[in-house]
């Protein structure tokens, strides 16, 4: 999936950080799009890379009339409002968005879409809302259509939820590119939907069908003639709370090889959950155990998300994994993911011939 | 849950036969109402005894005017319209019957609350509209709470989607009850919710909450003093499409013994599906091999559904499961489910403390 590159003011107002805004943060770092200005009153006047560390001279704006200064052909929403509810300050901003011209991106769980106002101003500027998270019309369910795929693909797996897949799964996809491959990205996840401008909102999405959609997605990338396809995993297998849409994941996706992504510093299962993360071995077990009926997927490498843990404790956790699994190891973020892709690249060639 | 005895009438005009009215048979054979009529044109004059080969007396009737002679309380719609519309004939005995003060219990994907004319005529009435597979409003994420249940959990588990499973739990809850042991069931599709009266219709619901959605309902069962849960399985873990649903039952339900529900003569995965079963043997070594880290559940016993053998046929079945996997077999329709329970009963009392 392509998309031409558009100009994008993001609203993060009360709560641009890294920490509060994900969806802001991986749209500034990885999206094809251009970020023109962040809304966001309490941080104005400041710069992208002062507040995140990254994302160079782009503006932190007081608000919309500010950010139009830009010149944006997008208001994107990546940050949710207390409550689920859109809280009457951000009507004025969206409908103003509208009212100019710009398209609405919206990642929240509410759509936008439905919303009688929205429509309404959208409409008589004859302008468009894109709800992320609101599913196809036309579902069906996982036939194992991927084990016929002809790109070799790729599956971001965790030991916990929200714990690096998705960013994993892009600086993979720079990473082959920069090589020479033909190299797609599944998006399953709003941020994700948001970066590649298309997927599917896998917690939006009944669990009969959810293998189905992923195996639409990547037979398309299939169908694009991909070398390999760099799918973006969700939760955990022995989560229990969303190990089902994980199992979903690799019904539809079929993969070839694993990723592994785990966080060393993180005991129990987010969010809040009185359950142990098992053994990084225990882990690995279950997820190859699983597949061997299908393709029999091998962990081919280890992703440590250490952003928690000093250089030198970094290093460390690293070695430590190394040791224990007998796996390339490596901090994407911090330290490139060139060790996982070597990993790939000889399995990449022989299942392309290449 | 318990849920007082209604007298039902069952739409199932041009379907009411064993093959085409799952949810009618279900209904007849299992739940705690009273089937006082069948509405099925083509089969009028018959009795159910005739028809499914069950049932004794009830009659199949003409149209809902016959039906209502035989004052019933509620409509149930169990069959599927082609094409998922209702087709204008079925409008008129709907409204018909809810002007006549019935109720309606609807297990279709299409829900008859949402439909003006069919709400109006309800409100007119001062009845209701049951969509079953209507999702609840408040949905919550699993967090592994059956851990702590102090009943004793049994999740039917299968080697394919459609085998028996639902029959097996409600056949095993029957015989659990007439021992001596307070049996419930936790219904999971939409004919089980019918014979229940609660449960979830888990292919409805999004798959962040499935987990969820079955931790509720053991954890209600297990408040209510529940001895022994019987949990009604769905798919199989190996399904390309249904597969995340089951692991959504086996995080949410948190077993302490499997039995899995297998059809000999099938050889691959419906509907339709161009991926085989795996060997028996592989099933259940992944199914216990997923779940080590909680309880560690074993398949206790095997329930076969030989529906399609001869009585030798079937017989030679049962011992070759029996030979082959080392464990208690049986069809529980044709043989009765003593010998799955026999191997269940020790577990419970130890559990139990009894």
């Known amino acids: 999936m392509t998309i031409s590159p558009r100009r994008i003011a ?11 805004a994900k969806t802001a943060s991986g749209v500034i770092r990885y999206s094809p799009h251009e970020t023109v200005a962040v809304i966001d009153s309490t941080k104005a006047g400041r710069t992208v890379q002062d507040v995140l560390g990254f994302g160079g001279a782009i503006p932190v704006v007081s608000g919309i009339a500010e950010a139009l200064e830009r010149k944006p052909e997008v208001l994107l929403i990546g940050i949710a409002p207390m409550g ?28 936008m879409s439905d919303d009688e106002e929205f429509s309404r101003h959208a409409a ?3 302008t468009r809302i894109w709800d992320v998270r609101k599913p196809p019309a036309n579902l069906s369910c996982g036939e194992a259509r991927a084990l016929k795929a002809r790109a070799f693909i790729v599956l971001a797996i965790g030991s916990d939820c929200n714990v690096g897949k998705m960013t994993t799964c892009l600086e993979l996809q720079k990473c082959a ?11 399953t996840g ?3 939907i948001l970066i590649a401008g298309d997927g599917t909102p896998l917690d939006a999405i009944p669990g009969d069908f959810m293998s189905g959609e992923v195996e639409r997605l990547v037979m398309q990338c299939d169908a694009e003639g ?9 939760g955990a297998v022995l989560h229990p709370g969303f190990g089902a849409v994980t199992l979903g994941l690799l019904l539809g996706a079929m993969p070839d090889s694993f990723v592994l992504v785990h966080q060393p510093t993180r005991t129990n299962h987010r969010p809040d959950c009185d359950v142990e993360i098992p053994p990084l071995s225990h ?8 597949m ?18 000093s250089s030198n404790d970094s290093q460390r956790a690293v070695e430590d994994v190394k040791q224990s699994t007998g796996l390339p190891v490596t901090d994407p973020v911090r330290a490139g993911v060139e060790p996982i892709f070597a990993a790939l690249e000889p399995l990449i060639k022989l299942k392309r011939g290449l």
Chains 1, 2 share one sequence.
């Open 190 to 192: 709003q941020t994700g």
């Open 283 to 290: 882990v690995i077990d279950v997820y190859e155990h699983l």
């Open 124 to 126: 008589a500027a004859g």
């Open 177 to 187: 590119r920069e090589r020479g491959y033909k190299a797609a990205f599944v998006a």
């Open 226 to 234: 991909a070398d390999v396809i760099f799918v973006e995993g969700q």
């Open 292 to 309: 061997t009926w299908y393709k029999a997927p091998k962990v081919a490498a280890i992703a440590l998300n250490t952003h928690d843990l």
């Open 84 to 111: 689920g509810q859109f809280p009457s300050t951000w009507r004025k901003i969206i409908t103003y968005a509208l009212d100019s011209g710009l398209e609405i991106w919206n990642g929240l769980h509410a759509f």
């Open 10 to 20: 993001i609203l993060a107002e009360g709560s641009f950080s890294l920490l509060d």
